[in-house]
């Protein structure tokens, strides 16, 4: 029978969603001088910052952000970046929390934890890579 390989790492085994966990202090195992990278962060938008970016005639084209429950980013009434669902909004509630959008719980939590740098990638805002009209998708990225 071959032995099983796997890339999962055992730290990260049952730890569970972001809401229920606390930040950890740093490994005190690590070599003098290591610099702690965390690479895969997700930061969330959370003001409605595209309507003010947008030129005034296309500003009704403008995607919006808006709180209800969660963090929601995209068209009210129409596509969003979550879909609307029970599902959908029960996972973004235990998803946003605070240190997702507050940098200054974010900054609290990486120094607990011993992380010096990291590499942040927008959460909902990915959504929009697809969008239709390229006009309104260079808007959305500047």
Known sequence: MSELITLANPVMADIGP???RVAQPANPNLPAGS???STDTHWEVTEDIFVEAFP???KDQAPRV???KYWHMGFPGAAQAIKVSEIAERAAIRSFTP???D???RKAHLATEGVAQEIVYPQSLLFFVGHQDR???EL???
Do not use: T, Y
């Open 56 to 58: 005034r005639d296309m």
């Open 140 to 142: 959305i990225w500047r």
């Open 18 to 20: 972001s809401l229920d």
């Open 35 to 37: 610099i702690v990278v």
């Open 135 to 137: 006009k309104v998708q």
């Open 99 to 101: 240190g997702v959008a």
């Open 66 to 68: 808006w709180f209800d």
């Open 103 to 105: 940098m200054a719980v």
